[in-house]
């Protein structure tokens, strides 16, 4: 048995025609006991999940590290689409640092006109989407299945809190970190972990962007040394960069990338365009 990483999403704030927003499935098991979790749920993630036969219905969870626009984007969508698609009432476990609670309250008060429409309309929707919110900080993340999903605090600040999760299955273990500097939380999260899904911005060409506003991303992102040295630092065995600032042409193999973070970490790299998938076997 094996955990999977598929990377839906390896774009960030700035549109890209090739690359949707920030999100990464977690998948566990196969067929239909196979659990999926997906954490971030930036711009485009279902047609994303589409591409790998996937929908709304099938989530497991959803797991938002911060509550950044461009990784809650389609969070809406999640909602809705898991609510009319799914066959019969499923409720949405939707995990998150503190504020999520408000943050989901808020998209379902603007869905209110949405939600009264398809109610009246569709006989066998009975109530409004069903949507249980959890929210963490640090420790096991409490729900059901056969994944052991643990969270620790990050560095975003002045996005607080920040969150990182950590997916053990059957002898494999996948860290996936949402926008981060290096720090003690996200350490001890990757500690012995068999990969690492990091955010990764390139500070080398972003620093010489004539744009106060971009020169701001420096000090709470992490750069593809620094994600290889969080790697190296923690034992992990393959590190996988996604969130690609700026975006990489579709199609480019992200040499000079993977040439950066190789200088700090040995093992395998790994990074690509939207729907790369890396398996990380069990024990």
């Not at 700035?14 to 098991?29: E, K, V």
């Not at 589409?50 to 709304?56: E, F, Q, Y």
């Not at 975003?156 to 996936?176: L, T, W």
């Not at 923690?234 to 975006?247: C, E, I």
């Amino acid at each position: 048995m094996s955990l999977t990483i598929t990377l839906l999403g390896t774009g960030s704030p700035i549109p890209s025609p090739d690359r949707a927003g920030p999100a990464t499935l977690i998948s566990a098991g196969e067929g239909a006991e196979a659990e999926h979790y997906l954490v971030d749920t930036g711009r485009g993630v279902l047609m994303r999940l589409a591409g790998v036969m996937l929908g709304a219905p099938n989530l497991t969870a959803v797991l938002l590290t911060h509550l950044h626009s461009d990784h809650i984007t389609d969070l809406n969508d999640v909602i809705t689409t898991r609510w009319v698609m799914a066959f019969e009432p499923t409720p949405l476990t939707i995990v998150g640092p503190v504020g999520t609670r408000a943050v989901v309250d808020h998209i379902l008060a603007s869905l209110e006109p949405d939600i009264g429409y398809r109610i009246t309309h569709h006989a066998d929707l009975e109530g409004p989407p069903q949507v249980k919110v959890i929210e963490v900080s640090e420790g096991i993340v409490e729900l059901p299945g056969n994944v052991t999903i643990t969270c620790g605090l990050t560095e975003h600040k002045p996005v607080d809190p920040s969150i990182g999760y950590r997916f053990d299955f059957e002898g494999a273990s996948v860290v996936a970190a949402g926008d981060t500097i290096p720090c003690a939380g996200l350490d001890t999260l990757c500690r012995g972990a068999d990969a690492l899904v990091h955010t990764v911005i390139r500070k080398d060409i972003i620093e010489n962007v004539p744009m106060q506003r971009m020169k701001d991303t420096l000090n709470y992102h992490s750069s593809p040394e620094e994600a290889a040295q969080t790697a190296a630092r923690s034992g992990v065995g393959t590190l996988v960069l996604t969130h690609y600032v700026p975006p990489i042409p579709a199609g480019s193999d992200g040499a000079e990338w993977r040439e950066l973070a190789s200088a700090h970490f040995e093992g395998p790299v790994e990074m690509g365009d939207d729907l790369h998938s890396v398996e990380i076997p069990g024990a």
